[in-house]
Structure formats: structure tokens, C-alpha cells
């Protein structure tokens, strides 16, 4: 059975920083490119990076709005994949899921609130 | 970066009506386009993938069309089920990019 599992999730004051992470199973992780899209309160999806597998390079990236604030990396000894926020703000408030974008496997989400 | 366009954002049907939805690419993505329905609170579902192919276990009366530039997703006889907001996905590259979703309410 797929699992795709978040954690890390909760409140933090703006400029703080927070890792969230995802915990895979079921499938061969190592061969996944994995995504994080998240989703602001009332708003629509917005995929905001994804992690290569380590066979293609393992190189990461992040959409316009994060770049230089979070990072993505990945363990694959655990089927782990992280994502590092930084400088965080208000406009950071959402639900971030975690993302097999080419089996579509989601995991349940977990709600960053970024507030003073 | 490739812009999806979706329309319309918000659109009110009833019971057993044909719903349509159009997304519209920035430039050429072939077929590389998805959509997916999303319940309050829920992850998003796959309907259909690369533009046309319906999921396993979606019921026929959902399908996509297009190609380039051009999608649309057509819900024909509209059941209490499909009241949900829809979202299109090019997968053609990265980075990723979703539409703006359509959140379709019983009339």
C-alpha cells in the first residue's frame, strides 16, 4: 500500500523557519522525482519545487516565490524528503503536500500557519 | 515558465446538467495536461491524464479534451458527487503549473 506521509507542520512567527517532512512507502522511492505544492487557506494549488532522483542527478529546485528561502533535499536510506523554509511569511500560510507527481500519490497535507 | 489560464473560477450548476471548463496553456504542452477534482479538505484526485485518457475508477461521464494549447474538461449529467472545485496541471515541464481552479456549486 502507497503511503505518503507529512509532518512538521505548525505555527511559527514570520522570519522563522521550519522544516517539514515526508515520509514514503510503497513504492520505489529512490526512482521518484518528488514535488511539494502546497495550498493558502481558501486558495488554489501551487506546486512550489520538486527533488530529482539521485540516478538523474538529484538536483532540486523551487518556484520564483520560495527561491532563496526553501530548499528541498531527500534521504534515501530513510524514503525521506524534506523541505527547509526559511524567512518565512504570512503569505507562507498553507497546507503543503507532498507529491509523486508521475503516480500521483499525495500525502494528507500539514498546515503551516505563519503568524505574529 | 509556462501559465495555465483556467475559466471560468466559479461557475453554479444543477443536478444532471453538462459542465464545462477550459484551461488554456501560455504556449505548446501537447497533451501534457491533467486534471484533477478536490473535496474541502481532501488531496487532490486524478480524473484524466495526458488531456483525454479518463482514470480508472472516474465514472464516464467526465472527459478532457485538447491538445497544444487548448484543454477542457466536459462533466456531463452533473451528480451530487461532482460539486467540488477542478483544478488543470501542465506536466509537460518544470515547473509544474496549476490552473486557477473552477469551483463548480449546485445551483
Known amino acids: 500500500e502507497v503511503q505518503v506521509v507529512e509532518s512538521g507542520g505548525g505555527l511559527v512567527k514570520p522570519g522563522g523557519s521550519l522544516r517539514l517532512s515526508c515520509a514514503a512507502s510503497g513504492f520505489i522511492f529512490s526512482d521518484a522525482w518528488m514535488s511539494w505544492v502546497r495550498q493558502a487557506p481558501g486558495k488554489g494549488l501551487e506546486w512550489i519545487g520538486y527533488?530529482?532522483?539521485?540516478?538523474?542527478?538529484?538536483?532540486?529546485d523551487v518556484a520564483a516565490p520560495v527561491k532563496g528561502r526553501f530548499t528541498i533535499s531527500r534521504d534515501d536510506s530513510k524514503n525521506m524528503v524534506y523541505l527547509q523554509m526559511n524567512s518565512l511569511k504570512t503569505e507562507d500560510t498553507a497546507v503543503y503536500y507532498c507529491?509523486?507527481?508521475?503516480?500521483?500519490?499525495w500525502g494528507q497535507g500539514t498546515l503551516v500557519t505563519v503568524a505574529s | 515558465d509556462i501559465q495555465m489560464t483556467q475559466s471560468p473560477s466559479f461557475l453554479s450548476a444543477s443536478l444532471g446538467d453538462r459542465v464545462t471548463i477550459t484551461c488554456r496553456a501560455s504556449q505548446d504542452i501537447g497533451h501534457d495536461l491533467r486534471w484533477y477534482q478536490q473535496r474541502p479538505g481532501q488531496a487532490p484526485e486524478r480524473l484524466i491524464y495526458?488531456?483525454?485518457v479518463l482514470q480508472s475508477g472516474v465514472p464516464s461521464r467526465f472527459s478532457g479534451s485538447g491538445s497544444g494549447t487548448e484543454f477542457t474538461l466536459t462533466i456531463s449529467n452533473m451528480q451530487p458527487e461532482d460539486f467540488a472545485t477542478y483544478y488543470c496541471l501542465q506536466h509537460n515541464v518544470y515547473p509544474r503549473a496549476f490552473g486557477q481552479g473552477t469551483k463548480v456549486e449546485i445551483k
Open positions: 507529491w509523486y507527481g508521475h503516480f500521483d500519490y
Open positions: 527533488i530529482k532522483n539521485k540516478f538523474e542527478g538529484g538536483a532540486a
Open positions: 495526458f488531456a483525454s
